[in-house]
């Protein structure tokens, strides 16, 4: 079931989703340039990877997240614009409408075997660690999150979930962690990151 809600909700968004598509990237590439896109490797269920696609929102080169984040980039994150390219994996199956945020493959081996149970379903483009705080949580309480959604997930979760997301984006929250533009560097152990 939740693999089709995730079909028939990105398919019956189609329109709506394939012209702001269009928009963003027009206009990532009108303001800031080639690439348009950003792709980075990422655990998928399983831990198996695969390359997760976003819209670019920093400059490359050397400097912190919070220097090298372009203007445009700030307001796509804050609208959360920049995760659309995502609904491309949805369709592919690679990834959820709802699950455990897909995080880089370096981190894998930096889990504990709990927190790498985030891994038994499909990583989604929202879930329940992003309507708690997104980035404003330590990694130890995304990953508290992240478990709980494995053992308590169901069709009504992943619908109360969406709703929440829209809130949780429409008002902004979370997007930046309190030290940085974007989220630490996860290095393990305790799950609270360098």
């Known amino acids: 079931m939740k693999r089709l809600l995730d079909i028939l909700l990105v398919v019956l968004a189609f329109p709506l989703w394939l012209s702001l598509l269009g928009a963003v990237a027009f206009a990532v590439l009108a303001v800031d340039g080639r690439p348009v896109f950003f792709r980075q490797e990422r655990a998928g269920k399983g831990g198996v990877p695969f390359r997760m696609l976003k819209f670019r929102t920093m400059r490359d080169g050397a400097g912190t997240d919070e220097a090298r984040l372009t203007r445009l980039g700030?307001?796509?994150?804050?609208?959360?614009?920049?995760?659309?390219?995502?609904?491309?994996?949805?369709?592919?199956?690679?990834?959820?409408?709802?699950?455990?945020?897909?995080?880089p493959t370096r981190y894998l081996p930096r889990y504990s075997p709990e927190q790498a149970r985030r891994h038994?379903?499909?990583?989604?483009?929202?879930?329940?660690a992003q309507v708690h705080g997104r980035n404003l949580l330590s990694w130890e309480d995304k990953f508290a999150?992240?478990?709980?959604?494995?053992?308590?997930?169901?069709?009504?979760l992943d619908v109360k979930i969406l709703f929440l997301t829209v809130a949780t984006v429409l008002g902004a929250h979370g997007i930046a962690s309190e030290k940085s533009a974007t989220m630490e560097e996860f290095t393990g152990g305790n799950g609270h990151g360098t």
């Open 145 to 156: 999150y992240d478990v709980w959604y494995v053992d308590h997930r169901s069709l009504f």
């Open 74 to 103: 700030r307001f796509l994150r804050a609208s959360s614009l920049d995760e659309l390219p995502e609904l491309l994996h949805v369709l592919a199956g690679t990834m959820s409408l709802v699950g455990p945020r897909p995080l």
């Open 120 to 128: 038994e379903v499909r990583p989604g483009i929202t879930g329940w």
